[in-house]
């Protein structure tokens, strides 16, 4: 198993390293206040920001632009899992970054989806705008009313009539929906309720005007609206779409799923290890500038031993990252799902504690907007309920490892001898 990256990675690494130091840490005062303005200035702090629409067309003429699409004729910009994976844990050191190279979640599962199960219309009329970064997406599944950590609860109605399928239902947590360049949903719901269990549900594309369709507010990540982002609650009452906007078929929804996270889950790994990198970063800064009882704070054996484990524990996450996404490349996302759910419950609580370690190195400050470290951890926390919980990918991965030692019919299991 060789984790070598390849030289045209190599090159884009320097590249993107570079544009972060230029163009990506000296704007990140800069965004806050843009939005903070809009909604002084203009009344509305969900509007697109101007800095990283200025740093779009920059990022595309270095090459720096759909790096996250493997095998697509429409994107031939971009990467295997393998060569991504350091690109995506760089530009995963600042929340908003991804964008600016348009490989941002929700964004980059919706248009795999659509690059994977979509007809030629839904790519023309979706995918190749999406491509081009000229408008935004969201993924409509979590619902208020169930536990959505079980995808089967989903109750959301997609109904036949005619030429048309009718959605009626209620969601929330739907990422990327108060952005006004958002303008086409992936609803996952259910078209026959007495279907098998794993096939009862589908996903259809919704444009975000179609009537019926009500944004009702944002929902605020411990007090960050995440604006002009936004995770909202939405509701969808009578809203007609033509049945040609199903993908792949009624009672597909599963198949779809499993095809569309598996790459989420990944990408959203990479970004958690930049964000553990970056915390590291800026405690080690600021142990190293402090002096508390008469000598510097990095000094002290506490420290150390803190610093020392948060890279034994990123280095760690890292080389398993690597193995998944050699895996995703190699044999498939299906035979890495063990791999797959493993760094799902271990980025995000690495990068919790890394955080959380250098919010303490940081005093009073750590906890404030002086840094990006309260931000990033709230956000970094939503990640151990995101696209699956802690709980879901253990008990996957448990299963996992239960059928290996299991008995065949006729066959005895070997186990260890005994002295009573």
């Not at 569309?260 to 930049?274: D, K, S, T, Y």
């Not at 404030?368 to 253990?394: K, Q």
């Amino acid at each position: 198993m060789e984790f070598e990256y390849s030289d045209r990675c190599k090159d884009l690494q320097g590249k993107l390293l570079k544009f972060m130091d230029e163009h990506i840490y000296p704007n990140e005062k800069r965004y806050k206040e843009e939005i903070q303005r809009n909604g002084e200035e203009k009344g509305n702090r969900w509007l697109p920001t101007t800095v990283i629409e200025e740093l779009k067309p920059k990022a595309r003429a270095l090459g720096l632009w759909n790096l996250f699409l493997p095998k697509s004729p429409r994107a031939p910009e971009g990467l295997s899992n393998l060569d991504y994976a350091p690109l995506c844990e760089i530009m995963g050191r600042v929340g908003w970054a991804p964008e600016v190279f348009n490989c941002s979640a929700p964004d980059t599962g919706n248009m795999e989806t659509i690059e994977r199960y979509g007809n030629e219309e839904h790519k023309k009329q979706w995918l190749e705008p999406l491509l081009r970064g000229e408008i935004r997406s969201a993924f409509a599944m979590t619902e208020p009313a169930v536990a959505s950590s079980d995808a089967t609860n989903i109750a959301t109605r997609i109904e036949r009539d005619g030429d048309e399928y009718v959605i009626n239902g209620h969601k929330w947590w739907i990422s990327g929906a108060g952005d006004p360049r958002c303008k086409i949903f992936i609803l996952m719901g259910k078209t026959d309720p007495n279907a098998a269990r794993h096939s009862q549900q589908s996903m259809i594309l919704v444009p975000v005007d179609a009537k019926g369709v009500t944004i009702k507010r944002p929902l605020p990540v411990f007090g960050y609206d995440d604006a002009p982002h936004g995770h909202c609650e939405i509701t969808y009452e009578n809203v007609r779409v033509p049945a040609s906007s199903i993908l792949l078929g009624e009672g597909r929804g599963f198949e779809i799923a499993q095809g569309r996270l598996g790459p989420g889950r990944i990408h959203h790994c990479m970004r958690a290890i930049g964000v553990a990198e970056r915390a590291l970063e800026l405690m080690c800064k600021r142990l190293n500038e402090r002096v508390a009882f008469g000598r510097k704070i990095s000094e002290q054996s506490i420290w150390r031993e803190r610093i020392a484990e948060s890279r034994i524990q990123i280095d760690t996450t890292r080389l398993l990252t690597l193995k998944a996404a050699y895996m995703m490349d190699t044999v498939g996302n299906k035979h890495a799902k063990a791999e797959i759910a493993m760094i799902k419950v271990l980025a995000p609580n690495v990068a919790q504690q890394v955080l959380d370690w250098s919010i303490q190195a940081h005093g009073a400050a750590g906890v404030s907007d002086e840094f990006p470290l309260a931000y990033m951890w709230a956000g970094n926390r939503t990640l151990r309920i995101a696209d699956g919980p802690d709980e879901v990918h253990r008990n996957a991965i448990a299963k996992l490892e239960l059928a290996k030692h299991m008995s065949l019919p006729g066959e005895e299991l070997d186990l260890p001898v005994t002295r009573s």
